[in-house]
């Protein structure tokens, strides 16, 4: 039997990226929040700059709840689900936005009307036939507000490109319009960034710093990054990062209307006779509870949302919460974030240590933003070239075909060669199909008995042709700035466990093929909202955390407007 406990106005399960952000604006308006976090409180003495710790033996990701839920997946209905060692995923207080390379990108106004606006250039039969995609119900317009608003409630770095429609040079020309500058330059380049952008330009191609939730300078309380290189898989023992752990939640906390309960494992979300969430049931230190709420808002990421829902079975949803119409765990996809290319320069390039965000980026082949007409896909990819080498990730460097992988020779061309590679980082449009999906797995449990979340996908030919033509482009780069030789990883295909995963809960006015509306409540129960790119049905070329951050500004916002038709 739970204990119940007294009632919130509104609880959030999870206090990550999303969570975390979602929290400032309730109480900001006054509202009672109670956050719920599987994870607990970590501090800047738990990010010790430590490969082996941190990249290697995978600290903290590799302990808590996401450890004993990793997804199974398989590439499509006829194969055999396998369960991976790992879950990209990390339960703390501010989540994996304590862990991120913290590259904060919105998307492209072509992201949004990706098949209307690929029917008016190209004609509809340039959509794959499979795919389920659809227009956002919002635009880059509806969304910028938010953007900017987490934009400085964070703090990013970056260098804008289009302000109220002034092209800036130091910034992304291909961007949408930007009400304002960022609140901080970007960071700092180095001397390989700046040969990159060099050899960029002879192309004919414009280079540009890109965003981050990194401090260039002093930013409120928190110092400016010191670029020591170890926060890609860590923590940031300084909080130059603009976790929501140093951000947005402490911010919240001081107005005394955020609870934070740690270590809280969410079992279901419940529901009454009406369709109406009332609130959650957690298991914490052994005991269970019962946290009643007038607004539940899910924010526990892509594959835990899905999950979440799927579990969260009544007589009312007998196939899980807001699944009547079973859309939950449609429209899945994730980033092909696979597939770079390495390059061996004739000299050394400096790159020992750095951020993987203090990098340069080409977006002439991205999203729409060149002539597909004589190509037979849409979309593109962000070119990215960076920082960040470390002793034992430079160990394990290709001997591009000039050693072997062992023994005297590969140690002689290790001490000659290491800091004269690099790889490249190349994010892809991706867009859903038909088949690809998130449903509960049949068999694999986790430590409490409840079936852990399969994942059945793979990548198909636009995504595929996708990666072989921004390789091309890659190698391009590449070899205008003085690389002697280069290798193209394999393109791959089953879509495995990421960071970088969109969503099983898609946002869309119709309700017979989406989960929640526009402004992200579910379209079966009107007052249980959804944050997180699980809502998001396309991705760009871009890492999905600052859209999703919007996206959940954008809900609470709806909600604070309308609070009495939603809560009733």
Excluded at 225 to 244: I, L
Excluded at 256 to 262: F, K
Excluded at 524 to 552: H, K
Aim: hydrophobic share 35%.
């Amino acid at each position: 039997m739970a204990t119940e406990l007294p009632r919130t106005q509104v609880v959030v399960i999870g206090l990550g990226a999303v969570g975390g952000v979602a929290v400032l604006p309730l109480v900001n308006a006054g509202i009672r929040v109670t956050g719920l976090e599987a994870g607990s409180w970590l501090s800047t003495r738990d990010f010790a700059p430590d490969e082996l710790r941190n990249n290697i033996r995978d600290w903290p990701q590799s302990v808590g709840k996401a450890k004993q839920e990793i997804p199974t997946v398989r590439p499509d209905d006829s194969s055999v689900a396998t369960q991976g060692s790992g879950h990209p995923m990390m339960n703390a207080v501010g989540g994996t936005s304590l862990h991120y390379w913290a590259q904060s990108w919105r998307l492209n106004p072509w992201d949004f009307k990706v098949v209307s606006e690929t029917t008016r250039r190209y004609g509809v039969e340039r959509l794959p036939k499979d795919s389920t995609v659809e227009d956002w119900p919002l635009s880059y317009t509806d969304l910028e507000p938010f953007y900017d608003r987490v934009e400085h409630a964070v703090g990013v770095s970056g260098y804008a490109g289009n302000v109220k429609g002034t092209i800036l040079p130091q910034g992304n020309r291909f961007e949408g319009a930007r009400s304002r500058e960022y609140p901080m330059p970007g960071l700092r380049s180095s001397g390989f960034t700046d040969m990159m952008s060099d050899a960029a330009r002879k192309l004919g191609w414009h280079p540009f710093q890109a965003p981050a939730a990194i401090n260039s300078e002093v930013y409120g309380q928190r110092p400016g990054c010191f670029y020591h290189g170890f926060c890609d898989r860590g923590g940031c023992h300084v909080s130059a990062k603009g976790s929501t752990a140093v951000t947005t939640i402490p911010e919240a906390m001081k107005s005394g209307l955020l609870t934070v309960t740690t270590h809280a494992r969410v079992l279901r979300i419940d529901n009454d006779a009406n369709g109406r969430a009332t609130g959650v049931t957690y298991t914490r230190g052994g005991e269970t509870f019962f946290q009643p709420a007038d607004v539940v808002l899910l924010a526990s990421h892509t594959y835990e949302n899905s999950r979440l829902l799927l579990l969260s079975t009544s007589s009312e949803f007998p196939r899980g919460l807001a699944n009547n119409a079973e859309q939950v765990g449609k429209h899945y996809f994730s980033h092909h974030q696979g597939a770079p290319v390495l390059a061996l320069f004739p000299h050394n390039l400096n790159n020992w240590y750095g951020l993987p965000a203090q990098g340069v980026a080409i977006d002439e082949w991205a999203d729409d933003n060149f002539d597909h007409s004589s190509l037979d896909f849409i979309g593109g990819g962000n070119l990215w070239a960076h920082t960040d080498r470390k002793p034992i990730a430079a160990g394990k460097m290709s001997t591009f075909g000039k050693a072997p992988t062992w023994g005297k020779e590969w140690k002689a061309f290790l001490m000659k060669n290491a800091d004269r590679y690099n790889v490249s980082y190349i994010q892809k449009t991706t867009l859903p199909y038909e088949g690809n999906y998130l449903d509960l797995d049949p068999d694999v449990k986790d430590a409490l008995g409840l079936p852990v979340l399969r994942i059945t996908a793979r990548y198909r030919e636009n995504e595929l042709k996708i990666a072989a033509f921004t390789q091309d482009k890659m190698e391009e780069w590449y070899r205008a700035a003085g690389a002697t030789d280069i290798i193209r990883a394999g393109l791959g295909n089953t879509m495995g466990a990421s960071t970088h995963a969109y969503g099983g809960t898609r946002m869309g006015d119709r309700a017979s093929t989406n989960v929640v509306d526009r402004f992200g409540f579910a379209h079966e129960v009107p007052n249980l909202g959804i944050l997180g790119a699980s809502v998001m049905g396309t991705s760009g070329a871009r890492n999905p955390t600052l859209t999703a951050q919007a996206l959940a500004w954008r809900t609470v916002s709806h909600l604070l407007q309308h609070w009495q038709s939603i809560v009733g």
